[in-house]
């Protein structure tokens, strides 16, 4: 400690840059770090200045040169907590500097006869980026950071989605796959997170191209194993305490669904598939990805009209479908409710009269809105 306070004490600006920046005039506080640094000798007490040197560039949102400090001091004290510390903030320095451009968008259109997605060269400050996350990796033991549990694999994940955008497909598949994998059998709850995240986004990628086959495979892939995960989340309760659940709160998604009976996926990719066209009002494939979700629907119907979960999925589908315009499917899934809540059984009647007055009403008036059209 003594031997830190002498280095303090005969560096120039050393007390005037803490000073500085303890109250907030990062501007002076850079220039007393530069009068300072030059007469600190190697070691911690200068990773340590020229750490705090990147946090008064920071403040003034002078990302580069703050990502500049940040890895001197890393590379210089990499058995430190200061080390630790400033692998992470080079890596938030060039996220900022970035921006939403960093390199994590679709892949390149596929070129060429047969079709090949080209591979193109990250740009020097995406590379930058991509490094500053391994290195972080590499240096950082996992657990370091308990504000942020899972910090590793989502690094990871995000350095793949640079490798998809910039055509390494085959790199992206790798670690999108294995964090699937490892949400799907972990028991931690950040893992099966992340691993539900990766998993959905695929998906949808899948939908928005119009590839609703790679869609269903994927649903009734991850519902054949069972896994901590499932097409709308993490796993629920088991059959006893769902049923529980859904006697008081029957609109919960899981009541939707469970992962043992046969309409599982479908039943839950409804809600989500129908979500995601609602709110896609841009997307040249919305009409058919609407053709996709009704079909669907169909198919669960045509499958288990009479199951407990059909009255809350054809009110969700019902009134969603007519908020956004979509009458003439509105009515035929009203139609299909009403044709449910007759056939049920006297026992699992107590919650239908309010529903069999909503879909009387709303067919009704979806009748009449058609008729006078």
């Known amino acids: 400690m003594a031997a830190s306070a002498s280095v303090r004490g005969a560096s120039p600006g050393w007390r005037d840059a803490e000073q500085a920046r303890a109250r907030a005039a990062f501007e002076d506080a850079t220039r007393a770090y530069d009068r300072a640094l030059p007469g600190i000798p190697p070691g911690v007490e200068r990773c340590r200045a020229t750490y705090f040197r990147g946090e008064a560039l920071f403040a ?68 930058a980026l991509y490094e500053a996350r391994g290195a972080y990796i590499r240096l950082v033991p996992e657990g370091r950071t308990p504000w942020w549990p899972d910090m590793h694999a989502s690094l990871r994940y995000e350095n793949a989605l640079i490798d998809r955008h910039h055509g390494r497909q085959r790199e992206a598949q790798e670690v999108f796959d294995a964090l699937v994998e490892r949400g799907c059998v972990s028991e931690d709850f950040h893992a099966q997170k992340l691993g539900f995240i990766v998993w959905r986004r695929r998906r949808r990628n899948a939908v928005a191209r119009a590839d609703y086959a790679e869609a269903r495979r994927m649903g009734e892939a991850l519902t054949a194993r069972h896994c901590h995960i499932t097409p709308m989340g993490l796993a629920c309760e088991s059959d006893a305490g769902r049923r529980a659940l859904c006697a008081a709160e029957p609109s919960h998604s899981c009541c939707l669904a469970d992962g043992t009976d046969p309409v599982f996926y479908r039943v839950r990719m409804v809600r989500e598939e129908l979500g995601s066209v609602l709110t896609s009002t841009e997307s040249p494939h919305r009409d058919e990805q609407l053709r996709y979700v009704t079909t669907l629907v169909t198919e669960v119907f045509t499958h288990a009209p009479l199951d407990y979960r059909m009255p809350g999925l054809l009110t969700y589908v019902a009134s969603n479908l007519e908020d956004a315009g979509y009458k003439a499917e509105a009515l035929r899934n009203y139609q299909r409710l009403q044709t449910v809540l007759e056939r049920q059984p006297e026992a699992g009647r107590e919650r239908m009269p309010e529903l069999e007055r909503v879909a009387a009403e709303r067919i009704r008036v979806l009748i009449a809105t058609h008729e006078a059209n």
């Open 60 to 127: 003034q949102a002078r990302h580069l040169e703050a990502a500049a400090d940040y890895i001197a001091a890393r590379d210089g004290c990499r058995a430190s907590c200061l080390g630790a510390d400033a692998a992470y903030r080079v890596i938030r320095s060039l996220e900022q500097h970035l921006g939403a451009d960093r390199g994590e968008g679709p892949p390149p259109p596929a070129t060429g006869d047969p079709p090949r997605v080209p591979r193109l060269t990250l740009s020097t400050e995406v590379r």
